[in-house]
């Protein structure tokens, strides 16, 4: 997962108006109920079948059309509101999406990611916390910005982190959080 969290175009993007929504909402930000938060994430398995299936069974990329990164890819195109119109709203509602919610489309949609977390349990990497020198400050659970408590887990081994490395860049304590075989 680790192109999701460090090349993922689309990913920056939605962590540009992340930032912004940060600068607009403070510490408030809203955040989806936890009744529905953890079967929300599940619908970006439901996209990935459907267009898996869809495609197999149409023996070409249907996707394409409904992409949001295509859609970026031919905002000064004629062909953006003909070819790319679903696309072009998807990529609205998901920058909208992520001013609210952090990488609203990588946690609820991205077919893509639910395609890499079916095979990150196989990473020979993981983000490792000492538990002996952590001060349980806190900080790495808040710059995680696909929402995994951190501080609470030795290893991360959640198929949702996306290997962006930013609770490491945030521990204070040199060592504590380290990225590891």
Not at 135 to 141: F, K, L, P, Q, R
Not at 142 to 169: D, K, P, Q, Y
Request: proline residues 5%; contains cysteine.
């Amino acid at each position: 997962r680790s192109f999701c969290g460090q090349i993922c175009p689309l990913g920056a993007l939605q962590g540009l108006f992340g930032a912004l929504g940060r600068g607009h909402f403070g510490r408030q930000r809203p955040r989806l109920p936890r009744v529905l938060a953890g079967p929300s994430r599940q619908i970006k398995y439901i996209v990935l079948a459907f267009f898996a299936l869809w495609s197999w069974q149409a023996a070409g990329l249907v996707m394409r059309p409904y992409d949001p990164w295509a859609a970026w890819a031919h905002l000064t195109s004629d062909h953006l509101l003909t070819s790319f119109g679903v696309g072009f709203a998807i990529l609205v509602v998901s920058l909208a999406g992520s001013f609210v919610f952090e990488r609203f489309f990588c946690k609820y949609l991205c077919p893509m990611g639910a395609f890499l977390a079916l095979f990150s349990k196989l990473s020979v990497l993981a983000v490792r916390r000492d538990p002996f020198t952590c001060t349980s400050c806190g900080a790495c659970d808040r710059a995680c910005f696909m929402g995994i408590g951190v501080s609470r887990l030795e290893t991360v081994t959640s198929s949702e982190c996306v290997a962006c490395n930013e609770c490491v860049n945030a521990c204070p304590v040199k060592g504590t959080l380290v990225v590891t075989t």
